[in-house]
């Protein structure tokens, strides 16, 4: 039984039934208790373990995190689910871990949505929790149900909002795929009728209505005027941009990439006062610092790196503008603010911005280590990939400090269901745990085991790590592979002593390397 009387044990049914009872209604008139903060995800994106100053970064001011982390919980060792996008956000938000689903790898901009509507998520845990609940920012999960393709002229769906969202502002893809438009609720922003939006992936876009086609700079190679992609990249241009995919019309919906974050904010800002009176969930998803990386002119210059540390800087700025909002309001002290990343760092993404690059596999921006001490990231299942940086701030309930814990965003879900007392159909989020008294600082332990998946699954134990396969499942133009990188009969490294995971000691242990590999046999079974 949650709190106020309502069950969500059964699955589809008794969910859609739930959803009916149109929740925002039965809370409205009542202010977030202590028992029912809010909670604001920031969710950056490619963000690394070290790209903030509180984890160490010299070359990227970050004032606004820095003084997350000092009124909250720091944690040094807490991993996304995954080492790219579209898994680790999907384990995030259904507590599964992301290997165990076809169609949750990096996904196109027309992909199906790779969370089912009857799949139980985050968002619903919030709804049935009484909250209300939003997705502001960056998608990358897919929509519609791949029977038909997504309509972006008419109703697009289904998207957040069948499962768990009550709104929803978001670009459908990431920033460098097409199309480069906003989704509210159920629409695209701003779209006009007459000059609709067609979007493929894979077959050029006929020419046939002039005017209505962006440059391909397949084609035109001049039209990268903002700056020169360096691997794909090279599709549709807009705004002197090149994208993956191809896109035409749309002309008067299509997003200011340098005034994203500001937009992102004003519609946070309006989320926030919209739903002051009410306990509510926001999963706010950055668009910083995943190419193309076009911060705001104000932010140019900011840090000593290129673009990718300035993005960084507006990135910061963000939080910074999402805590006044929460101030002006009133409800930043029983406000849970969540601050993490879906990946770890990458520098050449794909565009020539500047961002100066080693080509080793252990890659640097000027002096500049994204993933800190670790070794690797985005892309890797080495710790850079998914050690992310993770602060959790809330007055009314954590004593601030720094915290070693093992922890993963996949059990975010189970540890807010067990608080609010919302009940998980028996199925749903079969990775998630509950680790609340972890997330809140309470417990120093945290997790005994977790999963880290990148192209291979790893399994940490205390300061172990196994794994087998291929380590990498992604190397920018250049960038060669070491035979090491890949193994059948797996790696073991002490990530506590050997941070830099160079000493393999599958022999030298072999009883641990041997316990964990039918450890992480089980998991990836059951
Ligand atoms: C890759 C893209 C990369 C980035 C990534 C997804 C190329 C060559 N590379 O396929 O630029 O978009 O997908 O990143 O196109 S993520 O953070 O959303 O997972
Ligand atoms: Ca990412």
Redesign the pocket.
């Known amino acids: 039984k949650g709190p106020i009387g309502l069950q969500v044990h059964a699955g589809v049914h008794q969910k859609m039934v739930f959803r009916n009872l149109e929740i925002t209604e039965l809370v409205a008139a009542k202010p977030a208790e202590a028992s029912k903060p809010n909670v604001v995800i920031i969710y950056g994106?490619?963000v690394g373990y070290a790209d903030l100053g509180c984890y160490g970064a010299e070359k990227i001011p970050t004032p606004n995190l820095d003084k997350l982390a000092a009124e909250g919980v720091r944690f040094t060792d807490a991993h996304c689910a995954a080492a790219?996008?579209?898994p680790s956000r999907y384990s995030l938000l259904t507590g599964e871990m992301a290997f165990r689903k076809e169609g949750t790898g990096?996904l196109a901009g027309n992909a199906k949505m790779a969370i089912a509507p009857e799949q139980f998520t985050l968002a619903d845990t919030f709804q049935a929790g009484g909250y209300h609940t939003g997705v502001i920012g960056k998608w990358?999960l897919g929509l519609g149900d791949g029977k038909t393709p997504i309509d972006f002229n008419g109703e697009v769906k289904p998207g957040p909002l069948e499962i768990g969202f009550d709104y929803c502002f978001m670009l459908p893809s990431?920033n460098?795929?097409v199309p480069c438009v906003y989704l509210e609720n159920h629409h695209i922003v701003n779209l006009d009728p007459e000059d609709p939006i067609t979007v493929s992936y894979g077959k050029r876009i006929p020419d046939d209505v002039p005017g209505t086609k962006y440059p391909d700079g397949r084609d035109n190679p001049e039209a990268m005027t903002y700056y020169m992609n360096s691997?794909?990249?090279n599709q549709t241009v807009i705004n002197g941009i090149g994208r993956?995919g191809m896109m035409k019309g749309g002309k008067s919906a299509l997003w200011d990439d340098e005034t994203m974050a500001d937009v992102l904010v004003e519609k946070t800002g309006e989320f926030i006062a919209r739903n002051k009176e009410k306990p509510f969930f926001l999963f706010f998803c950055s668009q910083d610092i995943?190419?193309p990386r076009t911060p705001h002119p104000r932010f140019r210059g900011k840090s000593d790196l290129s673009y990718r540390g300035d993005a960084m800087v507006q990135l910061d700025w963000t939080t910074g503008a999402i805590m006044e909002a929460l101030e002006e309001n009133g409800i930043a002290d029983n406000t849970i603010v969540i601050f993490s990343s879906?990946?770890g760092p990458v520098y050449d993404?794909?565009y020539q911005d500047g961002t100066t690059v080693k080509t080793s596999s252990e890659e640097v921006d000027r002096g500049h280590d994204g993933s800190g001490p670790y070794r690797g990231g985005?892309y890797q299942i080495y710790e850079g990939g998914t050690r992310v940086p993770l602060i959790i701030r809330w007055p009314q309930g954590i004593e601030p400090g720094v915290s070693d814990a093992l922890v993963t965003q996949v059990d975010f879900l189970k540890s807010f269901a067990n608080h609010l007392e919302v009940e998980v159909p028996a199925d749903a989020a079969r990775d998630s745990r509950d680790y609340l008294d972890a997330f809140l600082g309470k417990d120093e332990q945290g997790a005994e085991v977790i999963l880290e998946q990148a192209k291979s699954v790893a399994i940490r134990q205390g300061p172990w790590k196994f794994f087998t396969g291929e380590a990498v499942q992604?190397r920018p133009k250049g960038q060669k592979a070491n035979p090491k990188e890949k193994t059948d009969e797996g790696q073991l490294f002490n990530v506590e002593k050997d941070l830099m995971e160079q000493n393999d000691l599958t022999e030298a242990e072999s009883e641990k390397a041997a316990e964990l590999r039918a450890l992480l046999k089980k998991y990836r079974q059951s």
């Open positions: 994106d490619d790219t996008c579209t990096i990358h990431t460098d795929r691997h794909g990249h993956i995943h190419v879906d990946n993404d794909g985005k992604f």
